[in-house]
């Protein structure tokens, strides 16, 4: 059975670095996509953007570029979101989603359980 | 960007039919997918491809689009349906994926 397992939950200040992981099992990892997604408290879903983790080609959403960092590792079948400078505006839930099949537009069926990431001084 | 509406909130009594739209600039020409989520969970996928519904999820659930709307319709509401529901296509002119901003539905 696919799926993901995200790391656990996060409590940091303003301006530290943080990177969270999502590792898949249970399927071949190299030929899916993984997506992040953020839920800011009470909020909708937010697309951040998408990382393939054979070649790791990255697609972000304007609105996170150059705010995070999607990157993946496939020897140990783990992505991972990145933070250099956090904010409070970074307080959210982020979800790794895989796609139900291996183009990079297809419905993601695939949830990671989600990591809580709270930023506050 | 490429934005999708959606209205916040609907409300449906049991066993009526919900419909929950979803507004885009001729979405009737792209892929919709829809999800589900509940308080607490992460979103489960409903519909994906307009129309189609993965293995577990009823026969209840349908999509449809045409124009400028998709719309999610569940027929023989029951309260274990009220949930958050997101509406996502993939906008082939930025080569990004997009979330409408949510409908809460409540079963009375």
């Known amino acids: 059975e696919a799926q993901l397992v995200q790391s656990g939950a996060e409590v940091k200040k303003p301006g530290e670095s943080l990177r969270i992981s999502c590792e898949g099992s249970g399927y071949s990892f190299t030929n899916f996509w993984i997506g992040w997604v953020r839920q800011r408290p009470g909020k909708g879903l937010e697309w951040m953007g998408l990382i393939h983790p054979g070649d790791s080609d990255t697609k972000y959403s304007p609105s996170f570029q150059g705010q995070v960092i999607i990157s993946a590792d496939k020897s140990i079948r783990t992505a991972y979101l990145q933070w250099n400078n956090l904010k409070a505006s970074d307080t959210a839930m982020y979800y790794c989603?895989?796609?139900?099949?291996?183009?990079?537009?297809?419905?993601?069926?695939?949830w990671g359980q989600g990591t809580m990431v709270t930023v506050s001084s | 960007s490429y934005v999708l509406t959606q209205p916040p909130s609907v409300s449906v009594a049991p066993g009526k039919t919900a419909t929950i739209t979803c507004g885009g600039d001729?979405?009737?020409?792209?892929?919709v997918h829809w999800y589900q989520q509940k308080p607490g969970q992460a979103p489960v996928m409903v519909i994906y491809y307009d129309n189609d519904r993965p293995s577990g999820i009823p026969e209840r659930f349908s999509g449809s689009h045409s124009g400028n709307t998709a719309t999610l319709t569940i027929s023989r509401v029951d309260a274990g349906d009220e949930a958050d529901y997101y509406c996502?296509?993939?906008?082939?002119?930025?080569?990004?994926?997009?979330f409408g901003g949510g409908t809460k539905l409540t079963v009375l």
């Open positions: 989603a895989r796609p139900y099949f291996v183009a990079r537009h297809d419905a993601f069926n695939i």
């Open positions: 996502q296509v993939w906008h082939t002119g930025s080569d990004l994926g997009v």
């Open positions: 001729n979405i009737g020409t792209k892929s």
